[in-house]
């Protein structure tokens, strides 16, 4: 492959790294003054508007137009959101949107804990992840499912450094194999109900990007490897003459 194709997997495995940490973030804790400053910077919303639509960042710059520095509405949104199991509350928990459970006879949805939290820990287990010792809550958290993609485009862009075509390969392969099994199927409704239930800008404007970049992403990868046409790696291969070119 040649070393400026590499370069710009390199770069671009870089960048979805950076986009999955940032909204991972925003899901797994509440919300810290010098994430919310870093993200409502003029000069982030700028960047922003490259990737986004105009609906997303419209949310954060209202935000940010109208934020005073205090932290404490944030926090208190987040729990109303994402914690508490009340009015607002939006449940972070893929098993709750996806899986079924038998009890008494009948199929009961809605629980926690269900094929799609044993897939996910099953998951991580597979690319070599680790989850945090610190981490207290289930394995199909949101946040913790964009950590998983975190990672892999972490070690896909690691690879691409180290010219290392079949890892790098591997790891997108990883990488469209778990927005396929999990991110595609549920973030669509979580982020609407997210959209439905808060007034807040920045939560809004939150849950636009991430129902944006999983969007972006499957489309990236039903571009660049329809099912059942051709996979990561022959479209990769295609490009393997070149190492030898001189070009």
Known sequence: MHPRETGFNEELAHSRKNIYQFLAAVFLEKPKPE???????????DDLREI????????????????????????IEYTHLLVAPLGQYVTPY???????KEIAGQKVKGLLMGESAVDVKKTIRKIGAEIDK???SLPDHIGLELQVMYFLCEQEGNAWSAQQLDEAVKFLEFEEEFLRRHLTVWVPVLTGRIL???KNDFF???????????EIEKNSFDRFAPAGVRSSREILRQEEPLNGSGQ
């Open 204 to 214: 809004r404007g939150i849950a636009c990007m991430t129902r944006e970049f999983i």
């Open 196 to 198: 439905e239930r808060t």
């Open 134 to 136: 610190s981490y207290r």
């Open 94 to 100: 893929e098993s709750v949107y996806r899986d079924e």
């Open 52 to 75: 986004f639509s105009e609906r997303c960042v419209s949310f954060l710059r209202n935000f940010a137009e109208q934020y005073s520095g205090d932290i404490l509405p944030l926090e």
């Open 35 to 45: 994430l919310v400053e870093r993200v409502i910077a003029k000069s982030s919303l």
